[in-house]
């Protein structure tokens, strides 16, 4: 049974940093396509940042561009996401997805290019 567990959220003050992991578990991801999502309250979920099986190509939303910053461990089956500069419209559950297949140097920022999701992690900002 395929896993996405994402732990690292929490509440914290505006510009201030979290780290966010994501460990999958019941299949390698490690030549797959990973990223980042987040929904608001009363708002649709929102692309956030991915990146390829490698980790060397990776994409983000305009909103966080120069603030978070994703990367991946292979061998830990892992991907993170750095938060820095942190501002109380980063609020949201904060949810890692993983494709099924290999996708090489692509990475996707579509919700439905996305085939396993985590649970979700809380993440507050306060002002």
């Known amino acids: 049974q395929v896993q996405l567990v994402e732990s690292g959220g929490g509440l914290v003050q505006a510009g201030g940093s979290l780290r966010l992991s994501c460990a999958a578990s019941g299949r390698t991801f490690s030549r797959s396509t990973m990223g980042w999502f987040r929904q608001a309250p009363g708002k649709d979920r929102e692309f956030v940042a991915a990146?390829?099986?490698?980790?060397?190509?990776?994409g983000y939303a305009d909103s966080v561009k120069g603030r978070f910053t994703i990367s991946r461990d292979n061998a830990k089956n892992t991907v993170y996401l750095q938060m820095n500069s942190l501002k109380p419209e980063d609020t949201a559950v904060y949810y890692c997805a993983a494709r099924r297949l290999y996708s090489g140097s692509v990475y996707y920022t579509g919700i439905d290019e996305y085939d396993y999701w985590g649970q979700g992690t809380q993440v507050s900002v306060s002002s």
């Open positions: 990146c390829n099986w490698s980790g060397g190509n990776t």
